[in-house]
């Protein structure tokens, strides 16, 4: 568990990116920090590994204050994944994934052993091992990137829009990949996004964030769509443009769901969802759908 | 053709010299302008002050410093070692604004990652910042080597011993052979150093090729793969 206490960040610049924020998250659960640019979201990620330190308040994990501990070692023992996967130009894929192993002082065969097998779990062929990063198309780069983040089997993975720079049909792939890794790990996850339906979809709880780290609502995505707490969450979520107010509409193969923009958002049909998040429906809304 | 004969082994043993004059200055130069560059990018404050400073070092004609350094450390006037440590000094002013640039020119989110690794600051120095700086730090060394090659002749002018005693022996003589034959040789010199430098490159820093060569479209098993650009 990952707790926040009253944590304020102010920089240099007397910028406040984060204000007295006070935030549980849960382990073994995906937490998704949802807001746009200058919420601080990504301020508040850095502050769980130490890459930035809170002017006032504790951050705990399991209980220390992480304050007390030293950030190099700190970092080397939770998952990192970034947007433009941040992998090193000069090191092959396998060294790319056992970096952390090499800097925690795995000897280097077992190392790449393990790089190997990660990159099974992560699903890269490992004929890639012994390319270099610039060799591989950006889906591939950011699977790398998940598999350096799991190299030493952290509890706590941080991924920073991890998939915001690559192209529709790869994020859909590497979000689907997530949601099964996470099935398969039960890691505790911290995922940082612009995209709502991104934070709908892999989230287990959601924290909507407005300017300053304040937390407008938190919940899971179903509390969320079905009580937004004020204007700013039903904007964010889109429920007060109607995209979200779904209706039926009779189609050749069965209902079809409409979106508020007359927009059809699929087919309703009778089973139940058998994975992913528990939902309302089977309709997820118009940018994850489409299956 | 019978003047290089007859004097091969002046030439060689003159060659020899002109090597030595300039290797050690390029090395030392190199070992000491990547500390400094690193502190110089490090800390803002000195920065502009250790740059400057060495650009205005540069400025210095070199035949009045080969002059001036028996006066300030004490060497005898013809020692080498004055020509020495003045390339030295030549080689850490082109090389300390090189290896400062190049290592502000490193991808932010490359040491933001690495910093989330868990590298400690000077770990990220030595195995990330300073081998992506790799390509640049190369082409500020070919820049030096040649340029280092070149300034050794001037060091006959004051009695040091290498492939610019041809120019002006052959100067003084009226022959130009003589002179022909020590500016081949500088040359060649130049060149070997330079091909030497490029090797070394492409060994040490294979990477940098593989990105260059293979541009945005390469070919993955047969599948197009577009690189991320």
């Known amino acids: 568990m990952i707790e926040f206490r009253s944590v304020t960040k102010q920089f240099p610049d007397g910028t406040r990116a984060v204000d007295s924020l006070s935030l ?14 200058g919420s601080g979201k990504t301020t508040i990620l850095r502050m769980i590994n130490r890459m930035v330190d809170p ?7 399991d209980g220390d204050d992480i304050a ?5 070692k700190l970092r080397r023992g939770i998952g990192y994944v970034m947007q433009n ?10 060294d790319n994934i056992a970096t952390v192993l090499y800097l925690t002082g795995v000897a280097r065969g077992r190392a790449r052993g393990r790089a190997l097998e990660l990159m ?7 004929a890639f091992a012994d390319r270099y990063p610039s060799q591989l198309s950006g889906g591939q780069q950011q699977r790398v990137g998940v598999a350096r983040g799991l ?44 995209d709502i339906d991104e934070a709908f979809l892999l989230g287990d709880q959601i924290a909507i964030l407005k300017t300053g780290g304040e937390i407008a609502q938190l919940g899971t995505p179903t509390e969320i769509l079905s009580n937004p707490a004020d204007d700013f969450v039903s904007s964010f979520v889109g429920t007060d443009r109607g995209a979200r107010a779904l209706h039926l509409a009779p189609g050749r193969f069965g209902n079809l769901v409409i ?11 009778n089973e139940s969802p058998t994975e992913g998040p528990s939902w309302p429906g089977q309709t997820r809304g118009p940018s994850t759908d489409g299956r | 053709m019978s003047w290089l004969l007859a004097n091969l082994d002046m030439v060689l043993s003159l060659t020899l010299d002109h090597i030595w004059l300039s290797v050690v200055p390029i090395v030392l130069g190199f070992l000491l302008a990547v500390p400094i560059g690193a502190i110089a990018n490090r800390y803002h404050l000195v920065r502009g002050t250790l740059v400057t400073a060495s650009g205005i070092l540069y400025a210095v004609p070199s035949l009045a410093l080969f002059v001036l350094l028996p006066s300030i450390i004490g060497t005898q006037i013809l020692d080498p070692l004055n020509v020495i440590i003045a390339l030295t000094l030549y080689a850490v002013a082109l090389m300390v604004r090189t290896t400062a640039d190049a290592l502000a020119d490193v991808e932010p989110d490359v040491i933001q990652s690495a910093k989330a690794m868990g590298y400690s600051t000077w770990g990220r120095l030595v195995r990330v910042e300073l081998p992506l700086s790799g390509p640049v730090l190369l082409a500020g060394m070919r820049v030096v080597a040649v340029s280092t090659v070149s300034l050794v002749s001037v060091g006959a002018l004051i009695g040091v011993n290498s492939l610019g005693y041809l120019f002006i022996d052959g100067f003084q003589r009226n022959f ?20 030497l430098l490029v090797l070394m490159g492409r060994f040490l820093l294979p990477w940098s090729r593989i990105t260059r060569t293979n541009g945005r479209l390469i070919v993955v098993q047969d599948d197009p793969v577009v690189i991320n650009p």
């Open chain 1, 24 to 37: 549980v998250i849960p382990s073994r659960k995906t937490t998704v920090l949802v807001g746009s640019s």
């Open chain 1, 55 to 61: 002017t006032s308040g504790v951050v705990e994990i």
């Open chain 1, 68 to 72: 007390g501990k030293e950030p190099v």
């Open chain 1, 85 to 94: 996967s941040g992998l090193l130009p000069h090191r092959k894929v396998i």
């Open chain 1, 120 to 126: 099974d779990t992560v699903g890269l062929d490992r």
């Open chain 1, 151 to 194: 190299a030493v089997d952290p509890n706590i993975l941080l991924m920073d829009e991890p998939f915001g720079a690559v192209d529709p049909i790869v994020r859909s792939e590497l979000q689907q990949e997530l949601l099964r890794l996470q099935r398969e790990l039960g890691k505790t996850v911290v995922f940082v996004t612009h």
């Open chain 1, 259 to 269: 979106d508020g923009t007359g927009r059809p958002a699929g087919i309703l049909v």
């Open chain 2, 176 to 195: 130009p052979l003589e002179i022909l034959v020590g500016i081949i040789g500088t040359v060649v010199i130049a060149l070997v150093f330079d091909g």
